[in-house]
């Protein structure tokens, strides 16, 4: 979705570390102010150091009620939509990412941790340090966001919450294959988090989660949609400087958002989202961040209050790279362009290909190397990535075993005319990933590419009737900003399947029954409006029609209407 476009401040922003340094109140008279100082050296930022800041200088009562408003892209659904760099100097006031410099572009997507604006998609990668100047608090609610528990301010407690509400309209459900039609669906869920920070070192993170389902006709409720209380998220973190690298080391359970929006978004959909269990290390300098982790994907059952364990036997595990490009202008336009390269090896034991009828299950080890490019080149914005995926796949009860080879090509490229009512950005998408080949032996090469874990539901299909899996997808992408707490984001992908022997697959690893005999698979436009009256509220309604091929409707499937809203209110 658009970014949110906000009135930008005069002056540059500065941050000192954890600590945002303001300047103090000026009467009307004085028309210039002495640099800012850091609040350890008190010498003046450069610069390089200013623009790699996360706030703004003025001071909240200058601040207009539009500046003070969180970006649309804080919402878990919107994460790291659109797949360009935010174009719109956000104050800081409204800002509470970490010291991670020009990894905090495009609402701190670039740092790893997921969308940090005023509040995160993991609530644990908001930094609020900055209420210890007691100028910086803005609503009566950061009362609860910084509880100093020592003279020194650098212990202190940062409570969160959450409540959502979806609801989901479902014409022909699943394409019809779930004989559930109409369907409407009404998903709740509530979270509550503690962060406690122990000095600048040390902190514990821990988070309360349970959802609620309900509905007309409803279908699917299993696992992560009804879940009693539980602990969702629990770690310790140790963090330090390193080489000149600012370093962390988490151990426990937590979200885990490092990889393209078109392999993971979290999965948000479900009461439920993704959390995982490991150890990850980071690592930033200027103009470099390296991320490795290892972690075993969280067993929500059995269906009790507090009974989720570590599940062993789904893995996530590899390295993330990222590379910023030092800044430069194109067109008279600050860039911002970022070069990342990564592996993700993850291990599935509940895995399926497809077959000529049905699905074959067994267990996968995928091995997934790839590369993105992405960032701004003026008012062009951009991400081009590619992925090659080797490994196996074992059969279940013992049966054949049949080597991966697959490959994914993801990109979007738009043109932001900044002048122009709402900031619009015309462009494009474009998705080509590999299918396999179903009349081929048991023991033979699989060319299927597989995404098991969610991609973002905004980047491809609101629906999630369609994967990252044997797709090939084209079409226009709009986005609209039309006021400073509303967008619109407008596109038709136009889809084929990659392979003819191969199934069509929704957010899962079963595709699903039908074996249409061409190429072409259908057409979904698409719209999706967002609001945020306050920084606690946001609403969105977005929905699509999905139109499919002759050859898919004759196999069985259905096509129809699928709408969502979405009611969150945050602290």
Same mark, same amino acid.
């Given at each position: ?46 610069? @390089? ?12 009562? !200058? ?10 892209? #804080? ?79 650098? %212990? ?17 459900? *699943? ?45 699917? $409720? ?5 879940? !009693? ?62 991320? %490795? ?10 269906? !009790? ?30 860039? /911002?362009?970022?070069?990342?390269? +990564?592996?993700?090896?993850? %291990?599935?034991?509940? #895995? ?60 979007? @490229? ?12 015309? *462009?494009? /998408? ?20 597989? #995404? ?20 090939? #997808? ?30 069509? $697959? ?8 039908? &074996?249409? &005999? ?28 999905? +139109? ?10 259905? /096509? ?10 945050? +602290?």
């Amino acid at each position: 979705m658009a970014q949110t476009t906000v009135p930008t401040v005069q002056d540059r922003p500065v941050t000192a570390g954890h600590v945002v340094v303001r300047k103090s109140h000026v009467t009307a008279k004085a028309s210039t102010q002495a640099p800012v100082t850091h609040a350890k050296t008190g010498t003046a930022p450069s610069d @390089a150091a200013a623009a790699m800041g996360n706030s703004s200088t003025a001071t909240p009562a !200058k601040l207009s009620r539009a500046q003070l408003l969180p970006p649309l892209t #804080s919402r878990p659904e919107l994460y790291g939509q659109p797949q360009s760099l935010g174009l719109h100097q956000l104050p800081g006031a409204v800002l509470h990412q970490g010291p991670w410099g020009v990894f905090n572009t495009n609402s701190g997507a670039a740092a790893g941790f997921g969308t940090v604006a005023y509040y995160a998609v993991a609530r644990w990668a908001e930094d609020w340090s900055n209420l210890r100047d007691k100028r910086n608090h803005l609503d009566p609610m950061d009362a609860l966001k910084y509880i100093p528990l020592n003279n020194e301010g650098d %212990i202190y407690l940062s409570l969160s919450g959450n409540f959502r509400h979806h609801g989901f309209y479902d014409q022909n459900a *699943g394409l019809g294959a779930t004989k559930r039609s109409p369907s409407y669906r009404s998903n709740l869920r509530f979270n509550i988090g503690a962060d406690l920070h122990l000095t600048e070192h040390v902190r514990l993170y821990g988070e309360l989660m349970s959802g609620e389902a309900g509905g007309i006709n409803y279908y699917g $409720y299993t696992g992560r949609w009804r879940s !009693k209380i539980d602990l969702h998220q629990a770690f310790l973190e140790i963090k330090g400087n390193i080489l000149g690298a600012k370093t962390g080391v988490m151990i426990g359970r937590y979200k885990f958002l490092d990889a393209p929006a078109y392999f993971t978004g979290g999965s948000v959909y479900p009461s439920i989202p993704f959390s995982w269990n490991g150890v990850r290390g980071y690592a930033f300098w200027k103009h470099f961040r390296v991320d %490795i982790f290892d972690l075993t994907q969280t067993n929500e059952l059995p269906l !009790k209050p507090f009974a989720d364990t570590v599940g062993w036997r789904n893995r996530l595990f590899g390295a993330y790279t990222s590379y910023a490009v030092p800044e430069f202008k194109f067109l008279g336009q600050k860039s /911002q362009i970022f070069a990342d390269t +990564f592996y993700l090896g993850f %291990i599935v034991d509940d #895995s399926s290909l497809a077959a000529m009828h049905g699905n074959t299950t067994g267990s996968t080890h995928r091995d997934t190397p790839g590369t993105r490019i992405w960032g701004n080149a003026g008012p062009i914005e951009f991400s081009v990535g590619g992925m090659w995926q080797g490994g196996t796949f074992q059969q279940a009860k013992n049966g054949p075993s049949r080597k991966v080879n697959a490959w994914a090509v993801n990109a979007q @490229a738009s043109w932001r005319f900044s002048h122009w009512w709402g900031r619009p950005s015309l *462009g494009l /998408q474009f998705d080509d990933v590999s299918g396999g080949d179903y009349r081929t032996s048991s023991t033979s090469t699989w060319g299927g590419f597989l #995404s098991p874990y969610s991609p973002s539901a905004s980047y491809l299909d609101l629906s999630t009737y369609f994967n990252m899996q044997n797709l090939i #997808s084209i079409g226009p992408l709009v986005t609209l900003t039309p006021t400073s707490n509303t967008s619109l984001q407008l596109k038709s992908p136009v889809m084929w399947r990659n392979s003819t022997h191969d199934g069509i $697959y929704p957010q899962s690893t079963v595709a699903f029954p039908y &074996r249409p &005999r061409g190429h072409y698979t259908g057409v979904l436009p698409q719209a999706s409006f967002n609001w945020r009256p306050t920084r606690h509220v946001s609403f969105s309604l977005e929905g699509e029609y999905v +139109f499919l091929g002759h050859n898919v409707l004759r196999s069985g499937a259905a /096509q129809g209407a699928y709408v969502q809203s979405n009611l969150e209110l945050t +602290f």
